[in-house]
């Protein structure tokens, strides 16, 4: 199967808080999983990946978590700050051709 | 990384007629894609941009529609043919590299009255 699952749709979150997205994907074929962030009237800008072979990532205040006997994968955002306040999107890909699938998205919204 | 500029950044067109949005790219990439975005939606592609080739459409895209064109490793177009209301959208351009990181352009904003 080629589905992302993503959830919650939507998160609001206090400022200074954890804002936590979770993805779920079922081909065991996927080997790179990145985030997106997007902004109202911008594209989709890469955030961070995670590659199978690590359990986790962690870039300044974003960290990915990955289970990979669970097939999931999710996002924290460590210290949410009202700029964080945008959608994100999950994905999955792989070598060898496999195009790359997204997570229906998740607006967050970090309240001051 | 990759830059990706898209030209135009938004339109407003009359149903009927037809749009052609570029998409270039500072260094040379292997795989280009054209993906339309609903507002609120998430990311569905139209169709990959083959160098040399014609492009690869996804099911529910056919080419007399949407035609594109590639060529060169830098610059694709996307014409959006004949619209109607039902194509206001945001058309986004992107390209992905070898390691699997994929980039996005700014997006053009589409409305067809």
């Known amino acids: 199967q080629q589905q992302v699952k993503q959830s919650p749709q939507s998160l609001i979150v206090q400022k200074g808080g954890i804002s936590i997205i979770n993805c779920a994907y079922e081909n065991t074929a996927f080997d790179y999983f990145p985030w997106y962030q997007q902004f109202p009237g911008k594209g989709p800008a890469l955030l961070i990946a995670?590659?199978?072979?690590?359990s986790e990532k962690k870039e300044g205040r974003f960290t990915i978590s990955f289970n990979k006997s669970a097939k999931q994968f999710s996002l924290h955002i460590m210290d949410s700050q009202p700029g964080d306040s945008a959608t994100y999107f999950c994905a999955a890909s792989g070598t060898g051709g496999f195009k790359t699938i997204f997570g229906a998205g998740t607006r967050l919204f970090v309240k001051a | 990384s990759a830059v990706i500029s898209q030209k135009p950044s938004r339109d407003i067109c009359q149903r009927g007629t037809s749009l052609t949005i570029q998409c270039q790219v500072d260094s040379q990439v292997t795989m280009m894609f054209w993906y339309r975005q609903q507002p609120g939606q998430s990311l569905t592609l139209i169709a990959t941009?083959?160098?040399?080739?014609?492009?690869?459409?996804e099911s529910g895209f056919v080419i007399d529609k949407f035609p594109i064109s590639r060529p060169n490793l830098t610059f694709s177009t996307l014409t959006v043919s004949n619209m109607s209301p039902e194509d206001s959208s945001i058309y986004l351009c992107?390209?992905?590299?070898?390691?699997?990181?994929?980039?996005f352009g700014p997006g053009t904003r589409l409305t067809v009255t």
């Open positions: 995670i590659r199978p072979d690590v």
């Open positions: 992107s390209v992905r590299r070898s390691t699997n990181e994929q980039y």
């Open positions: 941009a083959n160098q040399g080739s014609e492009a690869t459409y």
